[in-house]
């Protein structure tokens, strides 16, 4: 079991690393730490998702804008 603590209006990261071998392993839950949502307004911020360089940010959410290199493309959030 993993506990994992929130803040109000956060995002936290988890990654799950299946069994290399075996299917009936368990695999591992680990906590890759508390993403920050700017408290700023509207603009570009490093990826939460850590997919690529930049993503927008409109204020109140995540949008699928995103940058890498200055080159502008769309990728969903999720």
Known sequence: MLDVDV???GVVRLRYAPPKM???NKGKLTNEGTVAL???G???NPDPSR???LRYWDGSSWTS???DHGIA???PTG
């Open 7 to 9: 803040p109000a209006g």
């Open 22 to 24: 075996f299917v009936f």
């Open 38 to 40: 700017p408290t700023t």
């Open 42 to 44: 509207a603009g570009w």
């Open 51 to 53: 997919r690529h360089e």
């Open 65 to 67: 804008h995103v940058s």
């Open 73 to 75: 493309s769309s990728d």
